[in-house]
């Protein structure tokens, strides 16, 4: 898993980069620039898209660099381009031309296959395929900052001045193959992402001794509870749904309706709850205090008596 996210982000990285630069060159040269030969290796541009026009390629300098790639090995082609009167073997070298044409290449590899035979004989080779060794015409192609064959072609090469030119062969900038690379990229990017989010998701949280989890912390779904505590989200001292304890089904309490959604035990039926009886209203009771704050209650005027006084009576 480590090695695929890793190609996923260095794929990723180089896709959006190799996109974000196509664009740029298709939005900078949306068409060639014409130029002669001797103009070209005069202003020798560092990057653009070229028709170079009345240069001499010269086959007999021609630097083969091989690339070994899943078991099968490919060559590529870099020739020397020259004016019409330079001369082919002592001649300065300015611009350096990347073979991709088949018909070229063709020719590249039969004046190599020449290669190995004695001075004289190759001599009157060349002269009798002098049209084979140096073809004169227009070449198109693309010229970028760096090229990374540029080590291997100074140390095979004559002639190269300090700062020659790399032209890659019908090679042209589009704006398709960029949006194309840029949004693999972002794709490749997307599953990237996808792949780190659902790693940390499958992490289970810590847990503290003897299978509990630490203060303060819920148990994950689907994750049972510590020994003697009820299952996560159940209050303490509820049984479960239609069970009573150690897993025996629910009994109602005797003169109590079972629970809501909770049946009945099968053979025993529920007992109907006693009606209320009502209750008398307690009698008022009297109170010689009185509440703060309160007027106090007058008492009542007594009822007169009655009673005929009897004489003699002091009071009467």
Not at 32 to 39: G, L
Not at 72 to 88: E, I, L, N, R
Not at 173 to 196: A, D, K, N, Q, Y
Request: charged share 15%.
């Amino acid at each position: 898993m480590f090695r695929l996210k890793l190609l996923l982000i260095v794929g990723s990285v180089l896709l959006i980069l190799a996109g974000i630069n196509g664009i740029r060159e298709a939005s900078r040269f949306p068409h060639p620039k014409v130029v002669t030969y001797a103009e070209f290796a005069q202003q020798r541009p560092t990057e653009g898209w070229f028709t170079i026009r009345g240069g001499v390629l010269d086959l007999l300098k021609t630097v083969e660099i091989k690339k070994t790639s899943h078991g099968s090995t490919t060559s590529k082609y870099y020739v020397a381009m020259m004016a019409p009167g330079d001369d082919p073997i002592a001649g300065a070298t300015s611009v350096v031309l990347v073979v991709n044409s088949i018909d070229l290449v063709a020719n590249v590899e039969a004046v190599k296959a020449q290669q190995d035979l004695p001075d004289e004989k190759l001599a009157a080779y060349i002269v009798a395929h002098k049209k084979d060794l140096f073809i004169a015409g227009d070449v198109s192609g693309m010229v970028r900052p760096e090229t990374i064959a540029k080590a291997q072609i100074d140390s095979k090469m004559d002639g190269l001045t300090q700062d020659y030119v790399v032209v890659e062969q019908n090679q042209a900038p589009s704006m398709m193959t960029g949006v194309g690379m840029l949004v693999g990229g972002i794709v490749l990017g997307l599953i990237f992402v996808r792949l780190i989010r659902g790693g940390r998701s499958k992490v289970a949280p810590p847990v503290g001794p003897w299978g509990q989890t630490p203060n303060g912390q819920q148990p994950t779904f689907g994750q049972q509870s510590p020994y003697g505590q009820p299952p996560y989200g159940q209050p303490a001292g509820q049984q479960p749904y239609g069970q009573g304890p150690y897993g025996q089904p629910g009994q109602p309490v005797s003169g109590q309706a079972p629970g809501y959604g909770q049946q009945p035990t099968y053979g025993q039926p529920t007992p109907p709850e006693p009606p209320a009886q009502p209750q008398p209203a307690p009698a008022a009771q009297s109170s010689s205090l009185t509440d703060w704050g309160t007027t106090p209650t007058q008492p009542s005027t007594p009822p007169a008596s009655t009673e005929t006084p009897k004489p003699g009576d002091p009071y009467s």
